[in-house]
């Protein structure tokens, strides 16, 4: 049975000629497109999703499928949204491994926020959400 990903990367929409538009989520998907390429991580796990819009997080809440990890990349213009939405996700679902990692994640984060079970910080993120979902596999 595959294990739920998703991954978040929530930003503002930009207005661009009266429509909404949003920055392509390059760095969730650059871990996931570099995890991807080894035939384990697809046996076990499952992208569901790469959220990228800013929707209310009860909305948000009720979209997600029995999540097994969910993946934060935090910058400064997303930290509290993303810290929101986290901790309603652990409390819905609190087996969930929540992760978050990118430049706003810090030791004093995970200090700070009980729901939080692990954070990346600096070095070759690609690789470190590697060894993570290693980690968490039956094949480690």
Same mark, same amino acid.
């Given at each position: 049975?595959?294990?739920?990903?998703?991954?978040?990367?929530?930003?503002?929409?930009?207005?661009?000629?009266?429509?909404?538009?949003?920055?392509?989520?390059?760095?969730?998907?650059?871990?996931?497109?570099?995890?991807?390429?080894?035939?384990?991580?697809?046996?076990?796990?499952?992208?569901?999703?790469?959220?990228?819009?800013?929707?209310?997080?009860?909305?948000?809440?009720?979209?997600?499928? !029995?999540?097994?990890?969910?993946?934060?990349?935090?910058?400064?213009?997303?930290?509290?949204?993303?810290?929101?939405?986290?901790?309603?996700?652990? !409390?819905?679902?609190?087996?969930?491994?929540?992760?978050?990692?990118?430049?706003?994640?810090?030791?004093?984060?995970?200090?700070?926020?009980?729901?939080?079970?692990?954070?990346?910080?600096?070095?070759?993120?690609?690789?470190?959400?590697?060894?993570?979902?290693?980690?968490?596999?039956?094949?480690?």
């Amino acid at each position: 049975m595959f294990k739920n990903i998703y991954l978040f990367q929530p930003q503002y929409s930009v207005e661009v000629r009266k429509e909404d538009n949003y920055w392509l989520p390059y760095s969730v998907a650059c871990l996931w497109s570099y995890c991807s390429q080894y035939d384990y991580i697809n046996a076990y796990y499952n992208l569901k999703d790469i959220i990228f819009k800013r929707e209310h997080p009860e909305k948000l809440l009720e979209k997600l499928d !029995n999540p097994y990890l969910c993946a934060f990349s935090c910058y400064i213009w997303n930290e509290k949204y993303c810290l929101t939405v986290a901790k309603l996700i652990k !409390n819905k679902f609190p087996k969930c491994i929540i992760e978050f990692g990118g430049p706003q994640a810090t030791i004093k984060m995970l200090e700070e926020n009980s729901f939080i079970d692990c954070i990346m910080l600096g070095g070759d993120g690609e690789q470190d959400f590697l060894d993570l979902l290693t980690r968490c596999s039956p094949v480690s």
